[in-house]
């Protein structure tokens, strides 16, 4: 699923894949999805669906939007994905502050459900919070290789939301490390994972 980024002229606000309402995708070897950027992203597809998930309305996730579904992923390739909204604030019509940066977090994907990694490579994303990801429920990373990620501000690879909600594993207990997370970078804090408040994180492994 290739989104031909370089030639990309119009504003993006959806995602390559949308998963809700307990669906279920299973990601395999010779699946890449790809190059998908978002511009002047705003709001999701889809978003006056969760009208109590008002987080979601500014959500990143080039490649992959998760809201109350399951993404597995066996295999494949999800890779060179962007949310590069522009990093500014402004005012409302009462003058109020407005940021835009929860429409640039998870530069390949944003779940608000569950994504689990059993293999496959995720790299090259970027995002202004979680190049690879940014985590607002559960996240299981098992096996497989995290690299080459960018984060302007938060979270190279991982940005979590600090929902009490927001759980992440790396690894697997009793099995060794077969999780490589390797070369992700960001410009503030957590060149690989920035875990936020009351999100927990557990590590396997070693």
Do not use: W
């Not at 002229?9 to 998963?19: C, I, L, Q, R, S």
């Not at 109350?68 to 999800?78: A, D, K, L, P, T």
């Not at 559960?138 to 940005?159: K, M, P, R, W």
């Amino acid at each position: 699923i290739d989104g031909n980024r370089d030639k990309l002229k119009v504003t993006v606000v959806g995602a390559a894949v949308y998963v809700s309402d307990s669906a279920t995708v299973n990601i395999y070897d010779g699946i890449r999805i790809a190059d998908h950027k978002k511009l002047g992203n705003e709001r999701i597809l889809g978003c006056e669906n969760f009208a109590s998930l008002a987080a979601i309305e500014r959500a990143g996730g080039a490649a992959l939007i998760i809201v109350n579904g399951r993404v597995n992923m066996y295999g494949g390739v999800i890779e060179n994905n962007a949310v590069l909204t522009e990093y500014t604030t402004g005012t409302d019509a009462n003058g109020n502050a407005i940021s835009k940066e929860d429409a640039a977090c998870g530069g390949a994907i944003y779940n608000h459900g569950n994504f689990h990694m059993y293999g496959g490579i995720i790299r090259g994303n970027e995002a202004l919070r979680g190049g690879m990801i940014y985590n607002d429920r559960y996240l299981l990373l098992e096996s497989g290789t995290v690299a080459d990620n960018f984060a302007h501000t938060y979270g190279g690879a991982i940005s979590s939301s600090g929902a009490a909600e927001s759980i992440m594993y790396i690894g697997h207990e009793g099995s060794g490390n077969k999780m490589t997370i390797d070369n992700n970078r960001s410009n503030k804090a957590g060149g690989a994972i920035y875990s936020n408040t009351n999100s927990p994180i557990v590590i396997y492994g070693n």
